[in-house]
């Protein structure tokens, strides 16, 4: 069992349930498809960050909401069944958000997200006294609850790391607050007109800036360092979705390991690039004996 309230990583942010329905094809405008699979399974960056932060042999806790019903409730067994540390998350009556992913043969997605009438927790709503962890890693969709944790774990030494998806009040709010900006191309675009320029814009907010490209793999600022690692060696892709919770948990567990910066890179591709190799988010993640044989294979070549 994990000692009270310490962890390697706490990941704050979204949790949801997920149906992966895989499709020929996306649907046209009034056109009915049948859909060749179905997986049920908890998602969200913040949450599947966590169990994959778990997976790779660190301890790991949640903070976000679930609600009361059916799927929170599948959610929240999930979590506990990985060794996610559960005790910050809030069960309420709302229910839990659903998205909806349609998966097509070559691991292209197309996804619809229903929130209904749920609300970022405020601040103060949870008590964090006496909690520990090397790492806070955020996705943006609790703000205020994030801010409280910066607020009260500040001058202890704990990195902090943006999973920065999309561009959207959360994301704005945190960019020039934590310790390691990670950005998708999609938040990147949306922020600047093209990746580079993107990166240099951020860089003032951050000292360490990382954009993942997906296939083509990523590009970094540290400083006055710039760099970009290529895409691991992966064929086998079946399915792109929770490649970036994937990528983002995986490389708060590198920085919570003390892993030399080239390594977090390496380490944070490598788990993205394996989840890509299986259908669904959750069922993707991959474990620690997984992920090292990659990266052994990937030194080789």
Same mark, same amino acid.
């Given at each position: ?5 310490n962890f390697d990583v ?88 659903? /998205?909806? $992913?349609?998966?097509?043969?070559? #691991?292209? *997605?197309? @996804? &619809?997200?229903?929130?209904? +009438? ?87 907010? /951050?000292? $360490?800036?990382v954009i993942t490209l #997906?296939? *083509?793999? @990523? &590009?970094?600022?540290?400083? +006055? ?18 490649a970036g919770d994937a ?55």
């Open positions: 069992m994990y000692k009270p309230n706490l990941c704050v942010g979204h949790a949801s349930y997920d149906l992966v329905f895989t499709v020929p094809q996306h649907p046209l405008s009034d056109e009915k498809i049948v859909a060749e699979g179905l997986l049920g399974c908890g998602g969200g960056p913040a949450a599947n960050a966590a169990v994959i932060v778990s997976k790779l042999g660190f301890k790991a806790g949640f903070c976000g909401y679930l609600g009361n019903e059916l799927y929170g409730e599948s959610h929240w067994q999930e979590l506990q069944a990985q060794h996610v540390d559960t005790r910050y998350v809030v069960r309420g009556d709302f229910a839990t958000p659903l /998205s909806v $992913v349609l998966v097509k043969p070559d #691991g292209q *997605r197309a @996804l &619809i997200n229903y929130k209904c +009438q749920i609300q970022a927790l405020k601040s103060k709503s949870i008590d964090f006294a006496n909690l520990q962890t090397k790492v806070l890693l955020f996705d943006g969709h609790e703000p205020q609850i994030s801010l409280d944790l910066l607020d009260y774990l500040a001058g202890q030494g704990v990195s902090s790391v943006l999973d920065a998806g999309s561009v959207h009040t959360g994301t704005l709010l945190l960019a020039d607050k934590v310790d390691y900006l990670v950005c998708s191309e999609k938040f990147a675009l949306q922020y600047a007109e093209s990746v580079e320029s993107a990166l240099t814009q951020l860089s003032a907010q /951050s000292a $360490v800036v #997906g296939e *083509r793999g @990523l &590009i970094w600022r540290r400083g +006055q360092e710039v760099g970009a690692l290529a895409a691991p060696p992966l064929s086998n892709i079946i399915d792109t979705t929770g990528f983002h948990g995986a490389f708060a567990a590198a920085v919570a390991a003390g892993m030399s910066w080239l390594e977090i890179l390496r380490f944070a591709s490598g788990a993205g690039g394996l989840c890509c190799t299986k259908l669904g988010a959750r069922t993707g993640l991959p474990d620690r004996q997984q992920l090292n044989a990659l990266l052994a294979a990937w030194s080789v070549n």
